[in-house]
Each structure stands twice: as structure tokens, then as C-alpha cells.
């Protein structure tokens, strides 16, 4: 149980002493950090196995100069049972070994090196500890300027006891390893400064167009999103986000100047009919009671601007509601051409005249498709004064609805723009209705319930001969 908290507590300070790391240091330090710290590891490891395995060699190979010298030696005393002053002569020994063999009375029978001082003098400097690689078949002595095996094998010769001193130095491998450490070290610590130094300047170098991206976001307001990152043609993730960065900027600065320019034509139209009743409430007020005839027309044009107004905030509300997508969509099975009859129905209108031979049925909001043909309906009558048609035709899964009407027309240009919101063509040249308010909303509403319904609007039309909107309805029973 308290070892479970322990190892809890141990990774939670973890991972505080993580979290303050990178909160105490910049992303371009902790990169160089991190990796001269792998760095460091890296070359510890593999320093030291190096050097422990060259230890571990020279002295192996010590051992094994002593191990076969001492074999032959003891084979040849034991084949000849004599010794003399020429015994190294027969090469009992690696030529690395130094070999004496000294009798009873510390006499120096036969020496290979005579320069290598007295057992006595040595001993002294025997080690007590002697690595744990050495074999303890042998001494080890370490004198301040030398260190070499060495071992004492007495043997029995004709009777008589001698003593054969086998010395193996290793002093030269020893200074190797020494000088090898050394160097090792200078050349870790050089490398891992310069790789410190690499790795940060490499850092700052690759963060710091990260540091132009914070700068940029930070200068952003809704005042200047016009404001974009210079995106280098490195291609590289800095240069990808820059580019999403821009992308994202584009949509917002698109969808703010859309709000902007939906707000400003809202208030813009509803100011016409705010002024119309204003100006005939004043009236009123000034001569109302008395004229008769004024009281009747200021009734009648207050209330067609309250309508014109009730139109204009239920149709923004509209499409604020499908831009939030929070436009209820009731679909059912319907048929079109008794939809298409109760807008007709509506409006009342003797210049209208629907052609229909064929039902058609598929799946929509009923409400939703009568919204749609009356806003095409009311175009065609608004903009001619002529007969407007409506002809309806089946054909397998597809019917296809045409508003037909002889009026103004619109032109090739203005044919791109007419589903945009608030767009109307130049007004001195349209409407032949001039108490319906026009404020281009119409189609805008039209386009969002056709696309809900995968319906495709097309258009034609000619300049003073008519307009054409065709509506191409596929079958279809999904909800
Ligand atoms: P609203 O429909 O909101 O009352 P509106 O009729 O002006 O206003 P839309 O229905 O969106 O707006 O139409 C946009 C513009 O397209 C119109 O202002 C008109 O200039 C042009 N337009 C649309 N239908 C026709 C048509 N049948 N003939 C000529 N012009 C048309
Ligand atoms: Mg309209």
C-alpha cells in the first residue's frame, strides 16, 4: 500500500519537476537540452564500455602470456630435473615475460632481465585490491612508475627448492588507457558543447518563424484581419502552418466582412420603413384627425411598412437560423404539384398560370418547398407585368418546374450575383411592384431550402424579354 503511494507521489514529481522544466525553459532550449542530454548518455555508455573493454583485454592478454609461459617452464624443469644459468635460453617463455628463478639462499640462478629490482623491493607494493576482471592466480603490483603480474612458483629440482618469478608489465597499456580516457574526455566535452550550441542556434533558427506567427496573431484584432504571415516556399511545417494560419485568417476576415456587410444592409433597409411610419405618425399628429383622407393613407402605408419590416426581420432570422443550423427541416412525404397549387392558391394572382399534367412525390419540408416556389413566383410576377407560367414536368425520377415570365430580365453579369444576400439589380430599372418591398433576401432563402433538397436551380434569361428559373427535383425518400 505505501509502496503504491510512493511510486504515485515519485511519478507525480516527475512529473511537476517535467512540467517546471519546460515551463522554466524556451522550446528551443529544451530541444538542445534534451537532446545533449541524449547525447551525453550515448557517449558515457559507450565510453566506457569502450575503455572497460580494452581494460579487459590488456589484462586478459597479461594473464595469458603468464598462463602459458608458466606451463611451459613447469613441463620443461619437470622433463630436464636441472637448472642452470642458460635455462631462459630455451624459450620456455613469451618473449613479454621477464623470467628469474632464484634458489633457497635468494641467489639468482638464471634472469632474462636483470634490471628488474628484488622480490623484497617490490612486495610492498602489492595490490590488495586488485580489479575484479584480474585473476587472483597473480599479484598485482603497482609501483609509481611501473605495474606489471607478477607470480612466485616454487618448485622442487633435484632435491632442492627454487623459486620461479614470472613478471608480466602492463605499464605502457596502463598509460594507454590513460592517455585514451583523457582523450575521450576532451573530445565528449567539445562535442557535446558544440552539439549545445548546434542544437540551440539550429532551434532558434527552425522556432523562429514560430516567434513571427505569435507576433502576427498577437497584432491581430477584428480591426485589421487583413494582416497575413509570409509563408516561405520551404514547404515545411512552419511554412504549413503559416499557410493554415493565412486559410484560416481568409475564412474569418470572409465571414466578419459578410456579418459587417449583413448588418449594415439590415439597418440600411430597415431605416425605409422605420422613416414611412415615422413621418406619417407625424402627420398624424399635425392634421390626422381632421383629414380623413390622410388618416386612410397613412393607415395603409404604416401597415404595409410594418409588413415590409415583420418580412425583413422574419427573413434575416431565417438565415441566421441556417447559418447556425438551427433551422428545423420537418421532412415528409409530399407531391409536388399540390404544393405547387396552394402557393398558387395564395396568391390569388389571374396573371399566373400553372401547367401540370403529372403528381410528382418525394421526401421534403412542406412548408419549407411552398417557401421556395412562392419566392420564385413573387419574382416572376415583381419583375413583369406580363403572364407568368409555372410549368410543371415528370419524367421518371425527375420533375422539373419552370417560372417563366416576360419581364425585365436579368443580365449575364447580375445573373452571378442574384442569390447573394441584399443583392438587387440597379432599382431605378426594376419592379413594376412598388408597394412589396424588395430586399433581395429572396433567393438567398431560395438557394439554402433547394440545397436541403438537392434540388439544382438554373437560369435563363434575356435582357426586357423574360426570365427563366428552372427547378430540377429528384426523386427522393430519405429524410
Ligand atoms: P425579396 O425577394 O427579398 O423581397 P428581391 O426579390 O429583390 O427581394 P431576390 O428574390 O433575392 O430579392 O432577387 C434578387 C434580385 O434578382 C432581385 O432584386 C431582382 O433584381 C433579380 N431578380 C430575381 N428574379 C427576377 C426575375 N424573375 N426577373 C428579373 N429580375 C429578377
Ligand atoms: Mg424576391
Redesign the pocket.
Known amino acids: 500500500m505505501s509502496y503504491a503511494i510512493e511510486a504515485e507521489n515519485s511519478h507525480l514529481n516527475f512529473q511537476t519537476r517535467f512540467s517546471n522544466f519546460r515551463r522554466r525553459f524556451k522550446l528551443s532550449s529544451q530541444i538542445s537540452l534534451t537532446y545533449a542530454l541524449i547525447l551525453f548518455v550515448t557517449l558515457i555508455v559507450t565510453n566506457v564500455g569502450t575503455t572497460a573493454g580494452v581494460y579487459y583485454v590488456f589484462h586478459h592478454q597479461a594473464e595469458r602470456a603468464l598462463d602459458i609461459s608458466i606451463e611451459r617452464t613447469t613441463q620443461k624443469v619437470r622433463e630436464l630435473n636441472a637448472i642452470d644459468e642458460n635455462f631462459y635460453r630455451l624459450g620456455t617463455v613469451m618473449p613479454s615475460v621477464v623470467f628469474r628463478v632464484v634458489d633457497e639462499s635468494g641467489k639468482v640462478i638464471t634472469d632474462t632481465n636483470p634490471y628488474i629490482p628484488n622480490t623484497e623491493k617490490f612486495l610492498k607494493y602489492v595490490r590488495n585490491d586488485p580489479p575484479f576482471w584480474a585473476s587472483n592466480e597473480y599479484k598485482l603490483v603497482e609501483t609509481p612508475h611501473s605495474f606489471f603480474y607478477y607470480k612466485d612458483l616454487p618448485l622442487e629440482v633435484g632435491g632442492k627448492i627454487f623459486h620461479f618469478q614470472f613478471f608480466k608489465t602492463i605499464t605502457f597499456e596502463k598509460d594507454f588507457i590513460r592517455y585514451l580516457l583523457w582523450t575521450i574526455f576532451f573530445v565528449d566535452v567539445i562535442g557535446l558543447g558544440l552539439a549545445m550550441a548546434a542544437g540551440y542556434l539550429l532551434s532558434r533558427r527552425i522556432l523562429k518563424p514560430l516567434k513571427h506567427v505569435t507576433e502576427t496573431a498577437r497584432e491581430i484584432s477584428a480591426g485589421n484581419l487583413d494582416k497575413r504571415l509570409d509563408v516561405e516556399k520551404s514547404g515545411d511545417e512552419v511554412s504549413k502552418l503559416s499557410k493554415s494560419f493565412n486559410k484560416m485568417l481568409d475564412r474569418l476576415e470572409e465571414s466578419f466582412t459578410r456579418q459587417q456587410r449583413f448588418i449594415a444592409d439590415a439597418s440600411h433597409e430597415l431605416r425605409t420603413p422605420i422613416t414611412v411610419i415615422r413621418g406619417y405618425a407625424e402627420m398624424l399628429e399635425l392634421y390626422g384627425a381632421e383629414d380623413k383622407e390622410l388618416l386612410e393613407e397613412s393607415a395603409a402605408s404604416i401597415k404595409n411598412s410594418a409588413q415590409n419590416m415583420q ?1 425583413l426581420v422574419e ?1 434575416m432570422l431565417f438565415l441566421a437560423r441556417a447559418d447556425q443550423e438551427t433551422q428545423p427541416l420537418n421532412k415528409s412525404p409530399v407531391e409536388i404539384r399540390e404544393l405547387i397549387n396552394s402557393v398558387v392558391k395564395r396568391f390569388k394572382n389571374p396573371r399566373v398560370k400553372f401547367i401540370c399534367e403529372k403528381e410528382f412525390e418525394t421526401s421534403g419540408d412542406p412548408e419549407l418547398l411552398k417557401k421556395l416556389f412562392a ?2 413566383l ?3 410576377l ?3 407585368n406580363d403572364e407568368v407560367k409555372i410549368e410543371m414536368a415528370v419524367e421518371n425520377q425527375t420533375a422539373t418546374v419552370k ?1 417563366i ?1 416576360k ?4 443580365s449575364f453579369e ?1 445573373r452571378q450575383k ?2 447573394d444576400r441584399f ?3 440597379d432599382k431605378s430599372r ?2 413594376f411592384d412598388d408597394e ?9 432563402i ?1 438557394k439554402w431550402i433547394a440545397d436541403k433538397h438537392e434540388i439544382k436551380i438554373s437560369v435563363d ?1 434575356e435582357l426586357d424579354k ?2 427563366t ?1 428552372e427547378l430540377t427535383v429528384t426523386q427522393n425518400f430519405s429524410s
Open positions: 418580412y427573413s419566392i420564385f413573387d419574382n416572376a415583381k419583375y413583369s417560372f415570365d419581364g425585365i430580365g436579368i447580375d442574384i442569390f443583392f438587387r439589380v426594376t419592379k412589396k418591398i424588395s430586399a433581395g433576401l429572396g433567393l438567398s431560395a434569361s423574360g426570365t428559373f
